[in-house]
DNA sequence: TTGTATGCGTTATCAG
DNA sequence: CTGATAACGCATACAA
């Protein structure tokens, strides 16, 4: 079932039967006409056709580093919501936390398929920002900042650092670091730069090996926080870089019979979920990664509409989310 | 940039590109030669073309109900890993919980985008079903069982009689309910009389006002808990038909200062990821969600090597993670 | 083994 | 307002 059958049926030329799928000039008997003979037939015009023609799929490309987040579904969530209000589809790429596979799917994207590119970045170098950069469809970047295209990204450094004022505020002065790797800007880096930034102007100590680098999972927390408090008896605090690095030391402490926050307290990043069920519940802090999808997706739609558009990058707030974990 | 420019520099004709790229007839010194300026321009094929004229997209469409949800986002892990792996892109369409969506991405996907379906079931009646076999490509349907196209689903209902054999083993014997839409073959229903059958087998009075239904979501849980409680002082333990449930249940409880199980057991399906960092730790039932995915995309690429082969349904099991709360 | 010619289903241009 | 007609970029039957 193609125009050309439609065009027959209705007695018409196929440009008619094209302009009354486009809104183009037409009498209303002949629209009359191929309205009926649409609804009969239930014709659907090709999209590929159609894109070979205008050069444009109505297709978003999503590049996410894991889909089981609770941050990145949420982020997904948002993404999701203002495409399909506007009629796009949503070309779905999971990196499986290769970051190497990032530019693999930009280029599966490139030229063909997508109209633009929505990118969750980890690990952005120059080589591969400048990759970006020569795209020939707009692309933005979610959870990073970057000077070059477009990005949403949050408050990362003053998050921790209000984090990190809460708990010296309470009188924790010995406390633990648990990150992720520094190849991640926002959550690996600047993180624990406001974490240390504040330790430091309170004249707090943190030697080396109090910070612990791992995994974006909950076995970082889990095989961390032992070897953190073998360490370091002394310590009073663990703060993670993120919720799901501090489900995982509350999993190990909840299993060593340490109470928290007694003996311990534990804070993350991320406000999850659960934050708020856990016993105790858990300080964290509250990003708006909704918003930093549905923002992030209307930004990369306007640059669509106009593709002068200058770049823009947009930092969001935080929350302090303050639980009985601290 | 297109196979004509590429045939032109190459000094071959179009036709020898093609079969470059399809791997046809051609000498070595052309294939050198066009490899050579294929790798100079960066030329890739338009994809839209080439189904234009094979009808073949390499994109299959997933449906789901909802993103952000342990379960649902395990699955979709498991569908992304096994298509990437096949060179297959994932078209993602989030209905936000409106079943009614479902037949619009599904006409959507239709005859066009997509060479397959698969779809998170919630609920199928007969007339979307119909819609499903009428489609002239390949559906798998997940975690419903449906006759009709193939499908992989979860054994709710043994699941509801294992947790439910279980509490009453425990001595609870006093059990209320707390379900979802019965819009929901797997989830809503099969869990439930899974529950109601054993209770009934087991001669223990479950008066109607002891099962209540909601919602997938928390609120469902931490709304109705106090209701069921208020409805009847002498349960002495709730069954929700998923861990997302009981959380609302737990949370309620907690801000009470009702002890869990001592006062009042909880349990749920799904074995989410907290379920064993919660305090007390939640009794649950793992699925096999991720292979679900795994499963149901591997099914759905055979089926379109080979239209022929048919229709499956394949069940998985589930394991009782006994925890301690219960 | 190679090239020519055709058509996939649209949309845009242009003449009426 | 309408209808021919020419692309869009590719794959393939056919002829060489």
Redesign the pocket.
Known sequence: M???EIAKMAG?????V??Y??NG???N??REIIAKVIAETGYM??SQ??T???KRTKIIGVIIPKIDSDSISQIVSGISEVLSASGYQMLLANTENQPEKELDYINTFRQNMVDGIILLGTSLDDAKLKNIQELDIPVVILGQFVSAPSCIYHDDYHAAVCMTEQLIKKGYHNIGYIGVSKNDTAVGVLRQQGFLDTMRAHHLAVPEDMVITGSFYMENGYEHAPLLLERHPELDAILCATDTVALGVIKYLNEQGILIPTQIAVAGFGDSRVSSILQPSLTTIHFYYHECGVEGTKMLLEKLQNPEIPNKSIKLGFELILNDSI
Chains 1, 2 share one sequence.
């Open positions: 193609n125009i050309s018409v030329s196929r440009a008619a094209s302009r799928l486009n000039y037409l009498s008997e002949k015009p090709s056709a159609q070979l023609r205008t």
